[in-house]
């Protein structure tokens, strides 16, 4: 009698891990998405309006002030995102398959590799296999 209690309980608990891990992808498909607009929004005002460094600089200084909780958007991390922009935008093939992996892993990647041969193939080694930081570590570090 335990045993048929202990199958419901565990549908219960996959009903539970699913639906937290459809929220973590959802979660993290707004947010590859805000910093791709973000990226996009700093690379066409640098390269519209003539901004520079020293734009970047102010930007990072005025979310450090005014929006004190809100990380990720320091100098470099507004760089990155920027960068993650500039990288991908042209490729129809690796810009959708980036949107399915974390921001970590992407940063990784994008710091890791040289070509876009080498980036979409840990892209996809990361969607295929749903691979954690620790994990994506220990195996780009094999190949």
Known sequence: MNNSLDLNFNEIVNMIETRRNNTYKKVNEELISLYWD??????????????????VDKLAEFMKREYPTMKGFNRAGIYRMKQFY???????????????????????????????????????????????????????SKS
Do not use: H
Not at 45 to 51: L, S
Not at 91 to 98: D, H, K, Q, S, Y
Not at 101 to 110: A, D, G, P
Not at 113 to 124: A, R
């Open 86 to 140: 500039e990288t991908y935008k042209d490729n129809e093939i690796v810009a959708p398959l980036v949107r399915q992996i974390s921001w970590t892993n992407s940063v990784l990647i994008l710091g890791a590799t040289k070509t876009m041969e080498e980036k979409e193939f840990y892209i996809k080694m990361c969607i295929k296999n749903n691979y954690s930081k620790r994990e994506f570590d220990r195996q780009s």
């Open 38 to 55: 973000f990226g996009k929004y700093i690379s066409e005002k640098v390269n519209d309006n003539n901004w520079g460094d020293k734009i």
